[in-house]
């Protein structure tokens, strides 16, 4: 068993965050290791990014008839085996229940593309880039933040950027800029949580 910090990353779809964090512990950015990545979506890309590390891979399927609150106890179960020192939502498109959050208190981080109590929910982006359109902003950001309960991209904050969207931007274009973003300020918070830079334990 390594001795490293130890991170499980859930994932539904392209895993580009993921991969930021596989790089940044393979090059020892980032003094950790991806112990389990997991996906609620069989054909999410992240998993072969995951296998393409050498990282354990798993398509964790909600069974036929499983409420939603068996499936997140089983995850739990599933995760809590794994010992990981905290549980990196990247890019995960379920909302968690308590059956699964309450096991892990102060553990689960998530990343949303866009700054505190702005655009949560899904299609952040597009949202903030249509605000832009109709001249209500001139910029959106992104925020790492705890996910103490059901709240919907909602929690204790442990990172914001801003990020500019300018004139000329494409929805493509601030895309790019913010999943950059989003990259960098990631692993950087992992690693200050990691390095007790940020404190988020009473
Ligand atoms: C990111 O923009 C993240 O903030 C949001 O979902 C996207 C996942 O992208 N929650 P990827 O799968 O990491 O490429």
């Known amino acids: 068993m390594t001795s490293l910090p130890r991170l499980v990353v859930l994932i539904s779809g392209n895993g580009s965050n993921l991969q930021a964090i596989l790089d940044a512990c393979k090059s020892d950015e980032l003094p950790a290791s991806v112990i389990s990545v997991i996906s609620n979506k069989a054909d999410a890309h992240g998993l072969t990014r995951a296998q393409n590390a050498g990282v354990e891979a798993i398509h ?115 895309e790019a800029r913010i999943h950059e973003t989003e990259h960098r300020i990631l692993v950087q918070t992992i690693k200050d949580l990691l390095t007790d830079k940020i404190r988020c334990r009473p």
């Open 60 to 174: 964790f399927a909600k069974l036929e008839n499983e409420s939603r609150r068996d499936y997140d106890a089983r995850l739990a179960n599933y995760i809590t085996a794994k010992q990981p020192n905290y549980i990196i939502l990247a890019g995960w498109m379920r909302l968690l229940t308590s059956a699964f959050l309450e096991h892990f208190p102060n553990r689960v981080i998530n990343l949303h593309p866009a700054l505190p109590n702005t655009f949560p929910g899904t299609h952040a982006i597009e949202r903030a880039f249509a605000a832009h359109q109709l001249g209500e902003i001139n910029h959106t950001g992104i925020m790492v933040h705890l996910v103490p309960d059901e709240g919907v991209d909602n929690g204790p904050v442990l990172a914001t950027e801003l990020v500019p969207i300018h004139p000329t931007d494409t929805l493509e274009s601030l």
